[in-house]
């Protein structure tokens, strides 16, 4: 019963530094998001996709980039950290036709 | 441009009694979807309840209830009774059918932070 799994949990960086994030949904959801999370701020929308191999922008989406290989992951890649992304970052996902989507628990990223 | 405003960042009551979480949105579109989600200590996000514009009938389930009204452009939130469970911060959110991308990616609200003491 995973659902939606975040990897890693948890992540140290310094500025300049590369990483992905990993999503990964186990429901066959056509849909999903990445979002990152602010004191103060809310949710908002980096990058989101609509199918394997289709990838657009949200609210937010410099100094980020995406990937959708395969349907049921979702990369989110930081090219060069700046502390300003340092945020808790959630993915999401969902099937058609406006149904809720799922969030994974998240990963708590500090850029030093 | 779609925007969710929740006007109280904190409400703290005491355990056993009613509060009400307020969220008024804004959107172009006549087909709209509105949405809450609660984040536990914790920090995940669950999700508790989708409306969409068309259905106006507000919804009892167990001790929460919700009041959407079109005419105000508010979906607000009602726990009864309240528990120390409850404690989290509650997000209303907002999926735009058409002017939203296609997607329906979620625009949030900045969240109200709810703290019931025992």
């Known amino acids: 019963n995973a659902g939606v799994t975040q990897t890693p949990k948890f992540r140290v960086l310094k500025t300049g530094q590369s990483m992905t994030l990993l999503c990964a949904q186990d429901m066959n959801h056509e849909y999903m998001y990445w979002y990152r999370q602010d004191p103060g701020m809310g949710l908002r929308l980096i990058h989101y996709?609509?199918?394997?191999?289709?990838?657009a922008k949200g609210e937010v989406p410099d100094g980020y980039n995406v990937s959708r290989l395969k349907k049921q992951n979702f990369l989110l890649g930081l090219e060069s950290a700046a502390p300003s992304q340092t945020s808790v970052y959630f993915c999401?996902?969902?099937?058609?036709?406006?149904?809720?989507?799922?969030f994974g628990d998240g990963t708590r990223l500090s850029i030093l | 441009a779609q925007k969710v405003t929740q006007a109280q960042t904190e409400i703290s009551v005491v355990e056993k009694e009613d509060v009400t979480l307020d969220c008024v949105y804004e959107t172009r579109d006549t087909t709209y979807y509105l949405f809450w989600y609660k984040q536990p200590p914790s920090g995940e996000l669950v999700f508790l309840i989708r409306r969409n514009s068309f259905d106006e009938q507000n919804e009892i389930s167990g001790r929460y209830s919700w009041n959407f009204q079109k005419s105000t452009s508010s979906f607000n939130f009602t726990i009864t009774a309240s528990q120390v469970v409850d404690s989290a911060v509650y997000f209303c959110?907002?999926?735009?059918?058409?002017?939203?991308?296609?997607?329906?990616?979620?625009?949030f609200g900045k969240g109200t932070h709810l703290i019931i003491q025992p």
């Open positions: 999401a996902s969902r099937t058609g036709g406006s149904q809720p989507q799922h």
């Open positions: 996709s609509v199918g394997e191999g289709t990838t």
């Open positions: 959110a907002l999926s735009e059918l058409y002017s939203g991308g296609g997607a329906d990616g979620l625009t």
